[in-house]
């Protein structure tokens, strides 16, 4: 009886973000109109630069990855957020639901947004800029993407322990954290351009290692002998660390009293 009374549980937050998400406009509005313009700006300022084609894709993956990290990210992100602003925080800690249930449940729905938002950047690469996305293969495309949504879930978690900590002030880390961790990671730029101690930075960000393994399909070179093995290693060891942090902080959350403070 347990495995299905957690399902219901972690289907019962997939389903809240999903409705919150369909009634939303600007939910939609965000999946569609800012990917769109993120690859018409980028690439159309590819065409003025006149780049060759192997750079032109090297930039399109690096405005790719950025709009599906935000939107997979921000359903997590959001997951306690929509809790603060409705003033309903400590009922949803007095029901008989764990973090884990929040956690994969908004999860999901930002990994469904994410898949979304990565066919349409992806059709569009192809459509505009003559992007060839089967050259990675289905293997390689897929393993891409489950470095991007690990990422995501890094981040995510990251800011919901903000959240416990600092309530509403954290929402703005929300974008804020994975701006700073994409400028770091090398996705318009190669990571051997930036400054000495800032490029030691992006060896400990599991995305750089992802970037690279999927750019080397087009051209360019593995700095990094296994990029997976430190990719996902990276990705494993940080979100044990982001659950625990989450754990603690809404532990400590509950004995100061912050869940009461961000009720009604």
Request: hydrophobic share 55%; glycine share 6%.
């Amino acid at each position: 009886m347990k495995l299905p009374s957690d399902f219901y549980k972690i289907w019962a937050f997939a389903a809240r973000s999903a409705l919150v998400n369909r009634r939303n406009v600007f939910a939609i509005f965000e999946m569609l109109f800012w990917p769109g313009v993120a690859i018409f700006s980028v690439g159309l300022l590819t065409r003025f630069l006149k780049l060759d084609p192997e750079t032109v894709t090297f930039i399109l993956i690096g405005a790719v990855s950025m709009n599906t990290i935000q939107i997979a990210q921000l359903d997590l992100s959001y997951a306690l957020l929509y809790s603060v602003w409705a003033k309903s925080l400590k009922h949803e800690f007095m029901a008989p639901v764990r973090l884990t249930h929040i956690l994969v449940g908004s999860g999901l729905v930002g990994l469904i947004r994410g898949f979304m938002v990565f066919v349409v950047m992806g059709l569009l690469s192809m459509w505009l800029f003559d992007m060839d996305l089967s050259r990675p293969g289905a293997d390689g495309l897929m393993i891409f993407m489950a470095g991007m949504f690990l990422n995501a879930a890094i981040i995510g978690a990251v800011v919901l322990a903000l959240v416990l900590r600092f309530g509403q002030r954290a929402e703005v880390a929300a974008w804020a954290f994975s701006y700073l961790m994409l400028l770091l990671c090398g996705l318009y730029y190669p990571v051997s351009v930036l400054p000495p101690g800032v490029r030691e930075l992006a060896q400990i960000i599991p995305l750089t290692y992802f970037l690279e393994y999927f750019r080397h399909f087009y051209g360019f070179p593995l700095h990094s002998a296994h990029p997976l093995i430190y990719g996902f290693s990276q990705s494993v060891v940080y979100l044990c660390l982001c659950y625990a942090l989450v754990q603690y902080t809404l532990k400590s959350a509950r004995q100061r009293g912050t869940l009461l403070r961000l009720s009604e």
